[in-house]
């Protein structure tokens, strides 16, 4: 019987131990940040994802303490080579084409992707164009440039006449890591 006694207390004693009375400490960290995608095919939301983690979980490094994710990167220019859009090809297709030199002016790496933001008749959006460039510039060389480029037909959606006007407003380049 005193083993039987002895070991129900040293069980209860470790649950009791085991179990902390409330000095858990967690904090919540991002996983993935909220972003608004813009494309040729409409719009997409990524909502932001958070995770709980205890309170001694490293916190992400970035590539420069100033930078924020998701932030603009500063000492950033661009020269646009060139820019073409045809409405309609004859194909059922709207034709884009272009080509701009993004210049990162810092002394560290950029890691992210151009923004563009484009004016059509009634519209003004903003795009990434990763998913159809040939040369992304996901990562830019300290004080160095990379040129951005996209040769891409999209269908023309029915019922919907493509827009005469496409103009290259702005570009700012996103940095994401």
Do not use: W
Request: overall charge negative.
């Amino acid at each position: 019987m005193k083993k039987h006694l002895s070991l129900g207390v040293i069980l209860s004693l470790l649950f009791l131990f085991s179990c902390s009375s409330g000095n858990d400490c967690n904090k919540t960290i991002i996983v993935q940040y909220q972003q608004t995608i813009n494309g040729p095919s409409g719009v997409t939301f990524i909502p932001e994802l958070t995770q709980e983690v205890p309170c001694d979980f490293p916190e992400p490094e970035l590539i420069d303490p100033n930078l924020a994710q998701g932030s603009e990167l500063e000492n950033f220019s661009y020269e646009v080579l060139s820019f073409n859009y045809v409405a309609d090809t004859g194909n059922n297709t709207s034709l884009v084409q272009i080509k701009i030199k993004l210049n990162n002016n810092n002394n560290f790496i950029a890691k992210g992707r151009p923004i563009l933001t484009i004016a059509t008749d009634n519209l003004e959006f903003s795009s990434s164009y990763t998913t159809d460039a040939t040369v992304k510039c996901n990562e830019i060389e300290a004080n160095s440039s990379c040129t951005f480029t996209v040769d891409k037909e999209y269908p023309i959606q029915p019922n919907i006449i493509p827009s005469s006007k496409f103009e290259l407003v702005s570009v700012i380049y996103l940095v994401l890591e």
